[in-house]
């Protein structure tokens, strides 16, 4: 695997390394040792998916708080996203800045989001399926978001959103405290 640092401290591409044949290819797109050698936590707990029938769909933005706070390992298996991270964490040299990085089925990157930061992303194609592995249990009394279009953070979404679950859309606007 290729561990790529991102503009935002913590925050990495992480590419398989393709081995090919005339079958097609395998790629590991974990490995506890890789992740460790290059400081990221291994600690995977849970993995969950989520599809989404039209392009334009937003979800995001999430995240959880101490003590449940989560790293999350994103993937998409099917499809595209624009996947938008947010560095959230006060003490961060990269505090209240944002990233993103396009996921596609084709290009096999992930991107590995470090606790602190609020995670989301909008479809780029119809049918679209998201892979992602967290390193806590989901705690429904940690969880937090904030407001896709937050006037304090500007993200530049590709596409007008076509869809946003309500949740999401009434998500607080972000103070300086997560």
């Known amino acids: 695997m290729i561990f790529t640092q991102t503009p935002l401290a913590g925050a990495f591409i992480i590419t ?3 081995i090919e044949d005339e079958r097609g290819f395998f790629a590991r797109t974990f490995c506890r040792r890789e992740f460790e050698a290059n400081g990221l936590n291994p600690n995977l707990v849970q993995c969950n998916i989520s599809f989404n029938k039209q392009k334009g769909t937003l979800r995001g933005m999430h ?3 101490a003590p449940h706070a989560e790293v999350k390992l994103v993937r ?3 499809g595209a996203i624009y996947d938008v991270i947010i560095d959230l964490r006060a003490e961060s040299p990269t505090f209240r800045q944002w990233i993103s990085v396009e996921l596609t089925a084709e290009n096999h990157h992930q991107l590995y989001v470090p606790e602190g930061f609020a ?4 479809t780029l194609t119809d049918n679209t399926e998201v892979a992602y592995q967290v390193s806590e249990f ?3 009394e940690s969880e937090r978001g904030i407001r896709w279009d937050d006037p304090a ?3 530049s979404w590709p596409l007008p959103v ?3 679950s309500s949740k999401d859309a009434t998500h607080p606007n972000w103070e300086a405290k997560p």
């Open 76 to 78: 998409c298996t099917a």
């Open 153 to 155: 953070f500007v993200v």
């Open 63 to 65: 995240y959880q708080v």
């Open 16 to 18: 398989p390394d393709l």
């Open 119 to 122: 995670h989301g992303y909008e």
């Open 138 to 140: 989901y705690s429904p």
């Open 162 to 164: 076509a869809a946003v």
